[in-house]
């Protein structure tokens, strides 16, 4: 068979299926989307997440017994109330004291923790890290009565320093965890050129690994703060005296049995979510960024 009717004889080759269009370089699949696939559902999700900021602005802000859907003509009132009449200057104060001193605490021991478990191998390593894993899982309100009696053996109750010391002890767990991923992720031989140089491990602690460290510490020390500020629980069970008791067990004063003044309980929910908005908007970048970095393992 000559060469030319081996070619007639041969099949035909399969048409080949047309290649998807590419998109341009630089840009992914999803840019190509039209933009109201994305603004529709941002839009109706924002729309559901203001609507309830915009009913407690409208009840803080309106005058007592209007039923107007705008808050005007605007009123304080009932922010002086609650911050006068109701203690919430004293709420305040405490809450700052005991979120801020929550923050530190937490911050430092799991930055000592988190590095033994990220540069030190011991034999309980593995067990202690399930521990602390587990922990997660208890709730607070299983170990009220044991903290309540501890704490009352060390009189410590009706003292701030209950509260800081259960909020440390309940934020340490994942803080450890988050601090020892985070180290991971830092090379380990930054330090070891730090102990070439000279350094001790103290030194080129503080002048190699923690400078890298803020991301995560300032993820840690955000999420503690925010926890301690909001927790009502170890508030409500420690503390008895009013000048003693923290925003979230103030903002329960403001509701009884017979009534509930939903200016002063506004007015109150606005006081006490300032500050964490406030906080947020300055380290949101270094929150993402440290929560991203302490969940994966290096």
């Not at 309830?52 to 109330?81: C, N, Q």
């Not at 500020?229 to 170890?234: D, E, P, R």
């Amino acid at each position: 068979m000559s060469v030319k009717e081996a070619t007639k004889a041969a099949p035909a080759p399969a048409p080949t299926a047309p290649e998807p269009p590419r998109p341009a370089k630089g840009k992914r699949a999803w840019d190509e989307a039209p933009r109201w696939q994305i603004y529709l559902p941002l839009g109706i999700y924002l729309v559901f997440t203001l609507i309830p900021f915009y009913w407690i602005l409208l009840f803080a802000l309106r005058p007592a017994g209007s039923t107007s859907l705008v808050p005007w003509p605007m009123t304080f009132d009932h922010f002086e109330k609650v911050w006068t009449e109701r203690s919430f200057g004293t709420y305040f104060t405490n809450s700052v004291l005991v979120g801020v001193a929550t923050l530190v605490m937490t911050t430092l021991v799991a930055l000592a923790g988190g590095y033994a478990l990220a540069r030190f191998d011991f034999k309980i390593k593995r067990a202690f890290m399930l521990g602390l894993l587990c922990s997660q899982f208890v709730p607070g309100a299983l170990l009220l009565v044991p903290l309540f009696e501890i704490f009352a053996e060390l009189q410590m109750i009706n003292s701030l320093g209950s509260v800081i010391l259960a909020e440390t002890v309940f934020q340490l767990p994942l803080s450890m965890i988050l601090i020892s991923n985070f180290i991971k992720n830092v090379p380990y031989s930054l330090e070891e050129a730090a102990w070439v140089d000279g350094c001790n491990r103290m030194t080129a602690f503080r002048i190699v690994v923690l400078p890298l460290l803020r991301p995560g510490l300032i993820a840690v020390g955000s999420f503690a703060f925010v926890h301690s500020w909001n927790h009502f629980l170890f508030a409500l069970m420690f503390l008895n005296n009013q000048d003693k008791q923290t925003i979230p067990v103030g903002l329960n004063t403001l509701m009884s049995a017979d009534s509930v003044d939903l200016g002063a309980l506004a007015a109150g929910g606005i006081i006490a979510a300032v500050p964490v908005v406030i906080v947020f908007a300055f380290i949101q970048k270094w929150l993402i960024t440290g929560f991203s970095a302490g969940a994966v393992k290096g």
